[in-house]
């Protein structure tokens, strides 16, 4: 399945946006930080959208939670 991630990097509050072929969208919203951090982006994934252009819940990562939390 090909899903579009959506987000923004904290550091520079630019748009971020990537297609990512994934099982499920726990795993295309992971991929996509993992691309970004590669990149150098601090990604916060604001949507992921599906087929039909639905936009599906994903899981909000552990580590985002726990950085902002600190």
Same mark, same amino acid.
């Given at each position: 399945?090909?899903?579009?991630v959506?987000?923004i990097?904290?550091?520079?509050?630019?748009?971020?946006? +990537? %297609?990512?072929?994934?099982?499920?969208?726990?795993?295309?919203?992971?991929?996509?930080?993992?691309?970004?951090?590669?990149?150098?982006?601090?990604?916060? /994934?604001?949507?992921? /959208?599906?087929? %039909?252009?639905?936009?599906?819940?994903?899981?909000?990562? +552990?580590? /985002?939670?726990r950085?902002?939390?600190?």
């Open positions: 399945m090909i899903y579009l959506v987000g990097d904290q550091r520079s509050m630019a748009p971020w946006h +990537e %297609n990512i072929s994934a099982g499920d969208v726990a795993h295309a919203a992971r991929t996509a930080v993992e691309r970004a951090a590669a990149a150098g982006r601090d990604l916060v /994934v604001a949507a992921v /959208v599906g087929p %039909n252009s639905t936009v599906l819940e994903h899981p909000v990562s +552990e580590l /985002v939670a950085r902002h939390a600190a």
